[in-house]
């Protein structure tokens, strides 16, 4: 997940006690969307904060992110500190702890952050298969570093962002099959925003998500990935996709109509944070290798403001 700072979140509204967890909570201040924002029902936000607890950590296992080299999870997880290098076997043992999760024997899950993820799944009758397609998603990561086409991506998307909505509307008891279809696409396209503030650092993890099909057509090369600052075919090719993800946006938008009261400010967030994020993509003339271009506060608040005027 990526860097443009959205309203702060309540990072400690689920109880875990231990400093390396509540660091990994801590990151959703750095997300492009507000996470669990202060005006949404308490329990929500302690909902919401838990599954991106267990997101967060997920995709820093997948990216290599976690603190300590990760020696202290791999422990949590039932392994050597040493097994932390490998990210496929802690991937692994990391499902199997998720498995835990929803099994119906003693509370024996081993990570803090997944023990935290229980009650939550058990509140709101959560299925595995939104949070092993992320764990899947960072598996592929492991094998899967260039992607042919857009449709290969959009594949990759539905494993690695449309979960995340679906477990929304699943909190909030508020999933239809338009609903999770809206939501689908607001998901991807926010995926999509990510992908292109972070062309330079993934590019640093050997990956890229831009389809190859496309820096074909637009006449980019790998190389040109590496330059300090991008030439006017990277820049063509980074409007292109940002046109698509704000087409993806347009699409699911009108789930926030389709809401009300704090769901609806909270789904505008999360719409109107892709959307501040693309404006900066924009007002960065496209040029994405120098770092994330990021979406401040009052671009963010005011996208969100649109988007509540827009599906009103």
């Known amino acids: 997940m990526s860097t443009v700072t959205g309203l702060k979140p309540e990072a400690r509204a ?12 801590d990151k959703a201040a750095r997300e492009n969307f507000p996470v669990a924002p202060f005006f949404v029902p308490r329990s929500w936000r302690a909902d919401l904060m838990a599954v991106y607890g267990f997101a967060r950590l997920v995709d820093d296992i997948g990216d290599g992110d976690l603190a300590d080299g990760g020696r202290t999870d791999a422990v949590r997880l039932g392994l050597p500190a040493e097994a932390a290098e490998d990210r496929l076997a802690m991937l692994d043992a990391f499902e199997a702890d998720l498995r835990r999760v929803f099994g119906d024997g003693p509370d024996d899950v081993r990570h803090p952050l997944l023990r935290a993820l229980r009650p939550t799944v058990r509140r709101h009758g959560l299925t595995p298969a939104p949070f092993l397609g992320l764990v899947e998603a960072n598996r592929q990561d492991q094998v899967v570093r260039r992607y042919a086409t857009y449709e290969d991506l959009l594949a990759y998307c539905e494993l690695s962002a449309n979960p995340v909505g679906r477990l929304v509307l699943g909190i909030t008891g508020t999933a ?92 505008a967030g999360f719409a109107g944070g892709g959307r501040a994020a693309l404006r900066a993509i924009a007002d960065a003339g496209y040029d994405v290798l120098p770092g994330p271009p990021k979406a401040g506060r009052l671009s963010l608040l005011r996208e969100v403001g649109s988007t509540l005027r827009r599906e009103g």
Request: some cysteine; overall charge negative.
């Open 14 to 25: 689920i109880t875990v006690p231990d400093p390396h967890s509540r660091a990994v909570l």
């Open 176 to 267: 239809t099959p338009e609903r999770i279809r809206r939501s689908d696409a607001i998901c991807t396209a926010l995926q999509i925003v990510e992908h292109l503030q972070d062309v330079a650092e993934d590019l640093g993890r050997d990956r890229i998500y831009l389809p190859a099909e496309d820096m074909k057509r637009f006449g980019v090369t790998e190389t040109d990935l590496t330059a300090a600052t991008a030439g006017a075919q990277v820049r063509a090719l980074v409007a292109y996709e940002a046109e698509r993800a704000r087409d993806l946006l347009n699409e699911g938008t009108p789930l926030v109509g389709s809401v009300h009261g704090r769901l609806r400010l909270l789904l």
